[in-house]
């Protein structure tokens, strides 16, 4: 079956860094997708990786793995509004997404 | 980038009504848009695939009597949650394929619904 696995909750401290993990198990794969959530609102687009190595952008990196199933995000600098949920999505064969349960990443000072 | 816009962002009503949510695509035309439901805490559950001029693809337990979606044009689909009850109180968030990356997903606002 498809499957999709990252952290319940992590907490962080404001100015740190800190790496949100995801394993995937999916029919194909056409890609690896992490967005944010604040709480009460819908998902934003943070990155998309489809091949293997890391996609930096400002303070948010992602990472993948294909061969073994792995990504991570991390996030640098942290930021008090950086308290989200974070989703991991894959895509499968047929482009559908698999989505993780997301990780609630909480921010303190 | 792409928008989403899902109207209403909340809406209360009386246990046996129907509620209808709007998903528009504000600047480009979506011939694919998601349906999501989520609870508390929990991630995002694919309800169905709402394909413009064509029935909606449901996922497995969704029932297509009781979540009728309609997208009738490239910008507009809608969710009617019909003979509501408290149970299917939550927040309920459309989306569309729109952006430069293949899939990236744009999502509407979401709408929670509290049936009373």
């Known amino acids: 079956g498809q499957n999709i696995d990252q952290p319940t909750e992590m907490t962080a401290t404001e100015g740190a860094i800190v790496q949100i993990n995801c394993t995937y198990q999916t029919s194909g794969f056409n890609g690896l997708f992490w967005y944010q959530q604040h709480a009460g609102e819908a998902p934003t687009f943070l990155s998309y990786?489809?091949l293997d190595g890391l996609e930096e952008k400002g303070r948010f990196s992602s990472f993948l793995s294909r061969s073994k199933g792995y990504s991570y995000l991390l996030l640098k600098e942290l930021q008090m509004k950086d308290s989200a949920s974070y989703l991991c999505a894959a895509m499968d064969s047929n482009y559908q997404l698999i989505w993780g349960a997301g990780t609630k990443l909480i921010i303190k000072p | 980038g792409a928008v989403v816009s899902q109207h209403p962002s909340w809406v209360i009503c009386k246990s046996g009504t129907s509620v209808k949510i709007e998903c528009r695509s504000l600047d480009f035309q979506a011939t694919t848009m998601f349906w999501y439901r989520q609870f508390p805490k929990q991630s995002l559950m694919l309800m169905a695939t709402?394909?413009?001029?064509?029935?909606?693809?449901?996922e497995q337990g969704v029932e297509k009597d009781k979540f009728l979606i309609n997208h009738a044009s490239l910008t507009l689909s809608t969710l009617t949650v019909t003979s509501a009850h408290p149970e299917d109180s939550s927040f309920y968030i459309c989306s569309a394929r729109g952006g430069r990356v293949a899939g990236e997903l744009f999502f509407g606002e979401g709408s929670r619904l509290t049936v009373l």
């Open positions: 990786n489809v």
């Open positions: 709402s394909n413009e001029g064509s029935k909606a693809t449901y």
